[in-house]
């Protein structure tokens, strides 16, 4: 066990850990079984004991990351996803519902893109969609470098400062760190849910009855 830590810190603090999370955070953002959260909050654990790697530069390698991803994942949308929509039948489910997420993206993308960062799945969801109704590139950038910004800020944040708290047992920060952004991205996941159901209530009883 102790081997395998020494390597995993050997790893961490070295200058390749900041090209790796570039990797891994852009892999994510359109493969989202890749943990990049883990990734970047145990390096930000093992920075805040020792200063390697620095924490300044792993934020910005996360956000970095990030953001390629996520214009990886757009330009997807954009190519193959946008055809596809075309080609739906005009009275289809599938179209209304692309008809739909069009007309939501339009009015609230840049909200829905910065939320859908600290929803593992959400964000690749968000952002193929977001291409494959061609949202506009120029908007596209701006919001997902403020929402990959915050993110990195955020799991760079919670590592760092768990790392301070388990300073003597790295272990239990980056696994307090890990918990806490699990937490709260089931938080958001919940209020999303039931604002949701809240509106579709809402939306039921402004309905005229059935005669």
Known sequence: MDGVLDLLRETITSPWVYLI????????AFFPAVPSEAAVITAAVVSAGGGRPNIIAVVAA??????????????????????????LPERSRRRTGSEWARRAVDRRGGVILTTARYIPGGRTAVTLTMGAVRYPRRSF?????????TWAVYCGLLGYFGGLAFERDPI???????????????????????RHRVAARRAAARRPPAR
């Open 21 to 28: 999370l570039v990797g891994v955070t852009a892999l994510d």
């Open 141 to 149: 950038l701006l919001f997902d470098a403020i929402a990959a910004s």
């Open 62 to 87: 996360a956000a970095i990351g990030a953001l390629i991803g996520d214009h990886i994942s757009y330009a997807i949308g954009r190519g193959g996803g946008a055809r596809r929509l075309a080609r």
């Open 172 to 194: 239990k920060g980056v696994i307090a760190g890990v918990g806490l952004a699990v937490a709260i991205t089931l938080g958001i996941e919940a209020i999303r849910v039931l």
